[in-house]
């Protein structure tokens, strides 16, 4: 899956000399957590953030009163606060490499720049919306946790087995378990808890979690 599929195209943005107090006001209205900055050549110049507005303030501001607070903030603009090295990706950009990208550098999203032009944005939101999918998240049925050997077949046993009792796979995930084994989880339509798990137990290590979901 590629950023491309999953990205927000042509993504609200902001001009780098909007005041940030005109900048939260637009945020808040129109619900987003980041925008681009583009110029007035539409060339991408930085991104702000939700808290990189809220956390603006003049540097002495607990010695003003709330008039003159207020009138330096008034000055600030976006251009001022936002990041200015930027972190881009493209639209041929795996998923998982936007999310490590995202994950590494602590950031919620990336501007997706296709020859030099802004395209879309890839968000922290869209990654979360995958991993649901990806688990079987918003569809009903069984879900199941299990440890198996980290040796080639295994996960073809186990997907067999559920085969055999006309179990529709939905959503599966697998992440590395103790020593050589390998934790899976799986949502299965189509077949009840029980037929489930006496299907499954005979092939795997351990069955961590059944549960109706």
Same mark, same amino acid.
């Given at each position: 899956m590629f950023v491309g599929e999953r990205m927000t195209r042509h993504p609200l943005t #902001?001009?780098?000399d909007v005041n940030i107090q005109d900048a939260l006001l637009r945020m808040n209205k129109d619900r987003v957590r980041r925008y681009p900055v583009v110029d007035k050549r539409g060339k991408l /110049?930085?991104?702000v953030s939700h808290s990189d507005l809220m956390n603006a303030s003049p540097s002495d501001a607990t010695t003003l009163s709330v008039?003159?607070?207020n009138y330096l903030l008034s000055k600030i603009q976006v251009k001022d606060v936002m990041t200015k090295e930027l972190i881009t990706v493209g639209e041929d950009t795996l998923i998982e490499e936007a999310a490590r990208i995202m994950a590494t550098n602590k950031i919620g999203g990336l501007p997706v720049v296709t020859g030099g032009k802004l395209v879309g944005?890839?968000?922290e939101t869209d990654v979360f919306n995958i991993f649901l999918e990806m688990l079987g998240g918003r569809t009903t049925g069984v879900r199941l946790t299990v440890d198996l050997p980290d040796t080639p077949g295994? #996960?073809?046993k186990l997907t067999g087995a559920i085969t055999t009792v006309q179990g529709n796979i939905v959503g599966m995930g697998v992440i590395r378990g103790e020593v050589d084994t390998r934790h899976i989880t799986i949502k299965v339509a189509g077949v009840d808890l029980e037929t489930l798990r006496k299907v499954v137990e005979p092939v795997v290590?351990?069955? /961590?979690?059944?549960?109706?979901?």
């Amino acid at each position: 899956m590629f950023v491309g599929e999953r990205m927000t195209r042509h993504p609200l943005t #902001i001009a780098p000399d909007v005041n940030i107090q005109d900048a939260l006001l637009r945020m808040n209205k129109d619900r987003v957590r980041r925008y681009p900055v583009v110029d007035k050549r539409g060339k991408l /110049v930085g991104i702000v953030s939700h808290s990189d507005l809220m956390n603006a303030s003049p540097s002495d501001a607990t010695t003003l009163s709330v008039w003159e607070a207020n009138y330096l903030l008034s000055k600030i603009q976006v251009k001022d606060v936002m990041t200015k090295e930027l972190i881009t990706v493209g639209e041929d950009t795996l998923i998982e490499e936007a999310a490590r990208i995202m994950a590494t550098n602590k950031i919620g999203g990336l501007p997706v720049v296709t020859g030099g032009k802004l395209v879309g944005i890839i968000t922290e939101t869209d990654v979360f919306n995958i991993f649901l999918e990806m688990l079987g998240g918003r569809t009903t049925g069984v879900r199941l946790t299990v440890d198996l050997p980290d040796t080639p077949g295994e #996960i073809h046993k186990l997907t067999g087995a559920i085969t055999t009792v006309q179990g529709n796979i939905v959503g599966m995930g697998v992440i590395r378990g103790e020593v050589d084994t390998r934790h899976i989880t799986i949502k299965v339509a189509g077949v009840d808890l029980e037929t489930l798990r006496k299907v499954v137990e005979p092939v795997v290590l351990k069955l /961590v979690d059944i549960r109706n979901e």
